[in-house]
């Protein structure tokens, strides 16, 4: 029973499970690290490897390689040029021929440029031109003599002008004129006032439209228009004539003055 219970509490194949372990560990580091293993012969590196690889693919390449053959392609580019550029002048010639054929001249004719043509030398001007040109009036001159119909047309046009310009009348200056008429007291009939203005008559004078405005504790006040003609009417013939009406008027202002 003794002997069942330390089985069980020792573990007495540890050295075999360790060494299998170690095992196993070396051999994942051979085959990924390539790390050398204390006591097993040093592996040779990946890197290592590659650039022998890379070398020796650099050396079969170089051996295989001609110069020779890349020259001999260039210089086979370069006659073919040659060749189709001697062509292209052979064409040239040939199509300048028909041109000069065509034209009827000479082919050497035809492949010379033209001279641009030479400007002849400007003529002296004679005495007589000189003399025309400074006594040259650019703007006419005022002692012209002119035709008999010229001055008959322009005569003819006068004598128009001045016939409209008597038959027409004269512009006659207006004005419009508002006055304010103001009664004494709110028991003065309005309507009476009006008509007293209106009975005013010149010449010249034309009254217009009317209106009554409040004033004051319950009076109002005449507004009226009129149009006079300045010449024959003035403001101070207005208001005497109105305030002549002094039972009725207590006052009057003139509260508009326009020319027309």
Same mark, same amino acid.
């Given at each position: 029973?003794?002997a069942?219970e330390?089985? @069980?509490?020792?573990?007495?194949?540890?050295?075999k499970?360790?060494a299998?372990e170690?095992h196993?560990?070396e051999a &994942?580091? %051979? *085959?990924?690290?390539g790390? *050398?293993i204390?006591?097993?012969?040093?592996p040779?590196? @990946?890197i290592?490897?590659e650039?022998?690889k =890379?070398?020796h693919?650099i050396k079969q390449?170089l $051996?295989t390689?001609?110069? #020779?053959?890349?020259t +001999?392609d260039?210089?086979?580019?370069?006659?073919?040029?040659? $060749?189709?550029?001697?062509?292209?002048?052979v064409? /040239?010639? +040939? /199509?300048e #021929?028909r041109?000069?054929?065509l034209?009827g001249? %000479?082919?050497?004719?035809?492949?010379k440029?033209p001279?641009?043509?030479?400007?002849?030398?400007p003529k002296q001007?004679? #005495?007589?031109?000189a =003399?025309?040109?400074?006594?040259?009036?650019l703007?006419?001159s005022?002692d012209?003599?002119?035709? #008999?119909a010229a001055?008959e /047309?322009r005569?003819k046009r006068?004598?128009d002008y001045?016939?409209?310009?008597?038959t027409k009348?004269a512009?006659?200056p207006k004005?419009?004129? &508002?006055?304010e008429v103001k009664?004494?007291?709110?028991?003065?009939?309005m309507?009476?006032?009006?008509?007293?203005?209106r009975?005013?008559h010149?010449?010249?004078?034309v009254?217009?439209?009317? %209106?009554?405005v409040p004033?004051c504790?319950g009076?109002?006040?005449l507004?009226?228009n009129?149009?006079?003609?300045?010449d024959?009417?003035?403001?101070d013939? /207005?208001?005497?004539?109105i305030t002549?009406?002094?039972?009725h008027?207590?006052s009057v202002?003139?509260?508009a003055f326009? $020319?027309?």
């Amino acid at each position: 029973m003794a002997a069942l219970e330390l089985k @069980n509490s020792v573990w007495l194949d540890r050295p075999k499970y360790e060494a299998a372990e170690t095992h196993y560990q070396e051999a &994942i580091a %051979k *085959r990924h690290s390539g790390l *050398r293993i204390e006591g097993s012969p040093a592996p040779v590196t @990946n890197i290592s490897s590659e650039l022998e690889k =890379a070398c020796h693919a650099i050396k079969q390449t170089l $051996k295989t390689q001609t110069p #020779a053959s890349s020259t +001999a392609d260039v210089e086979g580019r370069v006659s073919k040029l040659e $060749k189709e550029n001697a062509e292209l002048k052979v064409a /040239l010639q +040939a /199509l300048e #021929a028909r041109i000069a054929s065509l034209e009827g001249k %000479k082919p050497e004719q035809a492949v010379k440029t033209p001279e641009a043509p030479k400007q002849a030398p400007p003529k002296q001007e004679t #005495a007589k031109q000189a =003399a025309d040109d400074e006594n040259f009036d650019l703007f006419g001159s005022e002692d012209e003599e002119e035709t #008999a119909a010229a001055q008959e /047309l322009r005569q003819k046009r006068l004598d128009d002008y001045a016939k409209k310009k008597a038959t027409k009348p004269a512009l006659v200056p207006k004005s419009t004129i &508002i006055l304010e008429v103001k009664p004494w007291d709110d028991e003065t009939n309005m309507d009476e006032i009006e008509e007293k203005v209106r009975s005013i008559h010149a010449d010249g004078l034309v009254w217009g439209w009317s %209106k009554k405005v409040p004033h004051c504790y319950g009076i109002f006040k005449l507004q009226i228009n009129c149009v006079v003609e300045d010449d024959k009417v003035g403001t101070d013939f /207005l208001e005497e004539s109105i305030t002549a009406f002094d039972s009725h008027v207590q006052s009057v202002d003139i509260i508009a003055f326009n $020319k027309i």
